[in-house]
């Protein structure tokens, strides 16, 4: 199956704070993207979606860049909050398919 | 809307047996299903996209044989891991998409332990 499966990276920040996690995706055809929270024990949460032709949405405390010339992707949580500690997930959609591919996953930590 | 459930939630079994996993979909009809695999810290792996009435597409390096995907109807999937073994273990995570667009809909897991 296709994921990247190493060992989480993780970001730890001041409770407050803003965050900002980053991924690279791998696959230049892929035009739809979204971010996920997961908490332990539990199924991914949809947080935030980007399609190709945008390069910048915002929800409500989150922000999703898309750069498709270099293939990044970041999301940006404004004031932090403990119960954003969680593990986050981007993934990306092949133009055409259902198929969602997951990239590595970062594990956020928020210090009170 | 958009609730994914699945069941059960967390199961052990002996090596050699057995087990079935339910991904049901309670408020929306799913025209596709996928499975997942999670190991410890690690990211979420698609094993398996199935779509009502026909057969399962298997990503590459999953056994077909071993990881059984049967999508019955427009709400339900169901994964069974024949003759599991303790390197089975793991969170098994299903989604459901609806209609023709890229949205998933995730169910809560199930944490397969394989004495």
């Known amino acids: 199956g296709e994921s990247v499966g190493l060992h989480l990276p993780t970001l730890s920040v001041q409770e407050g704070d803003n965050s900002i996690i980053n991924c690279a995706y791998s696959?230049?055809?892929?035009?739809?993207f979204i971010w996920y929270k997961q908490e332990s024990g539990k199924g991914p949460q949809f947080i935030i979606d980007?399609?190709?032709?945008?390069d910048k949405r915002q929800g409500q405390r989150v922000t999703v860049l898309l750069n498709k010339t270099v293939k990044h992707l970041s999301l940006q949580i404004a004031a932090t909050q403990p119960g954003d500690s969680a593990v986050y997930f981007c993934?990306?959609?092949?133009?055409?398919?259902?198929?969602?591919?997951f990239g590595a996953g970062t594990r956020l930590f928020v210090k009170a | 809307g958009a609730v994914v459930s699945q069941h059960p939630s967390r199961v052990i079994c002996k090596s050699g047996t057995s087990v079935k996993i339910e991904c049901r979909s309670l408020?929306?009809?799913?025209?596709?299903m996928f499975w997942y695999r999670q190991f410890p810290k690690q990211s979420l792996m698609l094993m398996a996209t199935?779509?009502?009435?026909?057969?399962?597409?298997?990503e590459q390096g999953v056994e077909k044989d071993k990881f059984l995907i049967n999508h019955a109807s427009l709400t339900l999937s169901t994964l069974t891991v024949t003759s599991a073994h303790p390197e089975d273990s793991s969170f098994y995570i299903c989604?459901?998409?609806?209609?023709?667009?890229?949205?998933?809909?995730f169910g809560p897991g199930t944490r397969l332990t394989v004495t």
């Open positions: 989604s459901a998409g609806r209609g023709q667009g890229y949205e998933q809909y």
């Open positions: 696959n230049s055809a892929s035009d739809y």
């Open positions: 980007i399609r190709s032709n945008m």
């Open positions: 993934a990306e959609n092949r133009a055409g398919g259902f198929k969602t591919i």
């Open positions: 408020d929306f009809q799913a025209t596709t």
């Open positions: 199935s779509n009502e009435g026909s057969k399962a597409t298997y």
